[in-house]
């Protein structure tokens, strides 16, 4: 049996108000995914043992995907982007699926993966003999398709600073270009982004994003798979998802339901104390930086040992030592901060 968590929600409150660099992520929903052969009819009794719904069919990943998707659109939740891995982003039936229903996608794809510079010409090809069924399928019949990763020499790239992070700044290389791409007989028009990241490998995603699209607004979106990934690890290593030890249908979805309460009172816990505690103008020139770190998970365990039952410590010492673990932080961030301008001017003198 494989679990795998699916929708992720950013809150993007006080995103520019308290400067705070992200927003809040928590889990909202999940999918189990039951590989094939467990649908077989030699399998029947274990599913029953197991307690899998007998309506329960065999779903590829992507089609789980996208039901989750749909359960977030249906319950009216709002969300500004929809973040592929390889895996979903490859597949351009989920592409078209999200970019019908309205939303964007920055889905990664691989390197291999086609795409046209120009729009290609669809349409049946003629028949070439007498014999046997006359085509019926859309091909491309003109234009030339180039790998993604041949486009890297051609493009320009440019330097782009996303967002503050706690070493320093996320400036990354990064070029884009519109591209046409082809799924079920239909050309579509969209973004080619590509990133050099900082061990100097490469990914390239799809984007659906209209053309006025700014290159810094195309890096921005291309980076959000970080807080996805970060979503998962947390719920992993602070959140006890990784620690289910059951076989039972309904024991994994009482654990996932846990699990998403957890992470809901972690986005919470973290929302309270941006709200609570606003930034100050003075300290934030003091400590020479435009953001100060939101709370870790880390932080909210020990606010919790002041609440709970057993009390560790009183609020205002957890508070105190969340404070200061928050400003260390900010002076090792200004610390690296001054390093790396130090290495800007000593590399620009030498050259």
């Not at 467990?38 to 065999?58: A, N, T």
């Not at 030890?245 to 654990?255: C, D, F, N, P, V």
Request: charged residues 30%; aromatic residues 8%.
């Amino acid at each position: 049996m494989r679990r795998r968590p699916s929708i992720v929600l950013r809150d993007p409150y006080f995103h520019g108000n308290l400067k705070v660099a992200q927003g809040f992520w928590r889990w909202i929903d999940g999918a189990w995914f039951l590989p094939e052969g467990w649908f077989r009819d030699r399998h029947e009794k274990l599913r029953q043992r197991l307690g899998v719904p007998p309506e329960r069919r065999f779903k590829t990943k992507v089609e789980l995907a996208w039901e989750l998707i749909e359960r977030a659109l249906a319950a009216d939740l709002p969300f500004e982007l929809v973040g592929f891995d390889c895996l979903y982003g490859r597949s351009g039936e989920l592409r078209a699926k999200v970019r019908q229903a309205g939303k964007r996608y920055m889905a990664e794809v691989p390197a291999d993966t086609q795409v046209y510079l120009d729009k290609p010409l669809l349409g049946v090809s003629p028949r070439q003999c007498s014999r046997g069924r006359p085509p019926s399928a859309v091909q491309v019949l003109a234009g030339e398709a180039v790998r993604v990763d041949r486009l890297r020499e051609r493009l320009p790239w440019q330097a782009v600073q996303v967002r503050a992070i706690d070493r320093g700044t996320l400036c990354d290389p990064v070029a884009a270009c519109r591209v046409w791409t082809v799924h079920a007989g239909e050309a579509v028009e969209e973004w080619l982004v590509m990133r050099e990241e900082a061990d100097g490998k490469h990914s390239y995603a799809l984007c659906n994003a209209s053309c006025e699209t700014s290159l810094e607004q195309l890096a921005w979106g291309k980076c959000q798979r970080y807080f996805i990934e970060r979503a998962n690890q947390d719920a992993k290593s602070e959140l006890g998802w990784d620690e289910l030890q059951a076989q039972k249908y309904r024991a994994w979805e009482h654990h996932l339901a846990l699990t998403v309460l957890a992470s809901w009172f972690i986005a919470q816990t973290k929302y309270e104390w941006a709200r609570d505690y606003e930034r100050d103008p003075v300290l934030l020139q003091e400590l020479d930086t435009e953001v100060l770190p939101a709370l870790s998970v880390a932080n909210v365990r020990t606010l919790l040992r002041a609440v709970m039952p057993l009390r560790q410590m009183s609020e205002a010492q957890a508070t105190d030592l969340v404070i200061e673990h928050l400003l260390n932080r900010t002076r090792s961030r200004k610390s690296r901060l001054k390093k790396q301008r130090l290495i800007k001017r000593t590399v620009a003198g030498a050259t």
